[in-house]
């Protein structure tokens, strides 16, 4: 199953098999080695700085220089690379160290069907421990050039977008550790809202049907998540880097959570606008880099201990960990072979769901008068749900094409405009 799993998606393969792989040590009951637990965690930390150096580098930062008003057809890393060189150049750099890693790791880029249930396969080589050693300066440097880059942005020039874009109280979800720390691969479940309360803590996976619902609508083929005890759509919460930052009462490494204070200090405390994911996105890159820095210098990740063996010993389990865009969760069921007779898969884009609907909302309250679109508005709706970094492979059945289609209906249904892309 982990290696079916991972093949959902070519963005996020490693959360998918992460996730899969958890429910299968379950399946198995075994307990997996300290080696496995780090290398796991190593591939997970490359595997959330390249997918958030994608969503940074190439899909977001064109907006943020190029303008929300510039030609589309420029609005791509091609067009960044004209304008911004040495930015472009050093984005797609960071993006290849987070995939190298994981192709160190895994022996491939993508589709690594290197962790499984038990463990992971094999150890880390020493000439791949020195590669990342090597290579770890250099994305440190890059990191903190976009996160001075952003905060001056934010600084100068993108007040409207903090306050339209996603710009509403939720609730927050993420894993955190025994310590109340920023977690990405274990933990617990804790809930926050957005006066940084902590609604409920220390859930347990096992028992996600007991506080998530699963909602559909017939005009959407993504689910709609929501807490349960607020009910739907109510129980709005979001998930991924800026929920990540906002559930932790810290991070546990040193620059992150000097950034992470600069954030809450400029936020004035809980980071409620979803524009925010794109610095939560830095400051966890940042995390990344020294939790990579921390455990490359750990012998255990050159061990070869580390696979557990087992048979199947449960029939029904739940495995979780937090894919870059946010907790994912794999549910199976099995019979007494172990053959899959029943999953259910709860995606990180579909949590984010409600969210990014308020927010496009959000938007177009703000800019539409009367029956006109008025000329960038597509940009900006795309740009609301980009700060979200959707993976619609991953949590969607659409097939082919995704054209951006804009209805304008009035309260009494009629359509009063509507534009396409
Ligand atoms: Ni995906």
Redesign the pocket.
């Known amino acids: 199953m982990a290696g079916i799993t991972a093949r959902?998606?070519g963005?996020?393969p490693v959360?998918h098999l992460l996730a899969s792989a958890k429910t299968g040590d379950k399946i198995l009951a075994v307990k997996i080695p300290p080696a496995a637990d780090k290398l796991r965690r190593m591939m997970n930390l490359a595997q959330i700085t390249q997918s958030h150096a994608l969503s940074f580098f190439h899909l977001s930062s064109p907006d943020f220089l190029l303008g929300w008003d510039s030609d589309p057809a420029k609005r791509n890393v091609f067009g960044l690379i004209e304008a911004n060189p040495d930015l472009a150049r050093a984005g797609i750099r960071l993006r290849q160290f987070g995939q190298t890693v994981i192709e160190k790791l895994g022996t491939r880029k993508i589709h690594a069907a290197w962790i499984v249930p038990g463990g992971v396969r094999s150890p880390l080589s020493e000439a791949g421990r020195q590669w990342i050693v090597e290579r770890l300066p250099e994305s440190f440097e890059t990191v903190q050039l976009a996160l001075g880059l952003f905060k001056h942005l934010l600084d100068e020039q993108f007040q409207a977008e903090m306050n339209i874009f996603g710009e509403f109280p939720t609730l927050y979800m993420g894993l955190v550790n025994g310590n109340g720390e920023w977690e990405h691969y274990d933990g617990s479940l804790r809930f926050t809202d957005s006066q940084g309360n902590i609604v409920v803590d220390g859930l347990n996976e096992d028992d996600y049907h007991r506080f998530l619902g699963e909602a559909v609508e017939p005009w959407s083929y993504l689910k709609f998540p929501y807490y349960q005890p607020l009910g739907y759509p109510d129980g709005i919460y979001r998930v991924g880097p800026l929920a990540r930052l906002n559930v932790c009462d810290r991070i546990g490494t040193e620059g992150a959570d000097r950034e992470l204070q600069e954030l809450r200090d400029r936020a004035g405390g809980v980071a409620t606008s979803s524009f925010l994911y794109h610095y939560a996105r830095l400051i966890e890159i940042l995390a990344c880099l020294e939790k990579i820095q921390e455990l490359v210098d750990d012998p255990d990740v050159l061990s070869p201990r580390c696979r557990a063996q087992g048979g199947v010993n449960q029939l029904n389990a739940v495995g979780v960990s937090e894919?870059p865009?946010g907790t994912l969760f794999h549910h199976y069921q099995v019979d007494e072979n172990g053959l899959l007779e029943k999953v259910n898969l709860i995606i990180a884009t579909g949590q984010n769901n409600l969210a990014m609907n308020k927010t496009v909302a959000q938007i177009a309250k703000h800019y539409i008068h009367g029956s006109e679109i008025p000329e960038g508005l597509l940009n900006r709706v795309e740009a609301g749900i980009r700060c979200y970094d959707p993976?619609l492979?991953?949590s969607t059945h659409a097939a082919g094409q995704m054209p951006l289609h804009l209805q304008l209906v009035a309260a009494d249904g009629r359509l009063l405009n509507e534009v396409y892309r």
């Open positions: 959902i998606c963005i996020c959360s894919a865009r993976c492979s991953c």
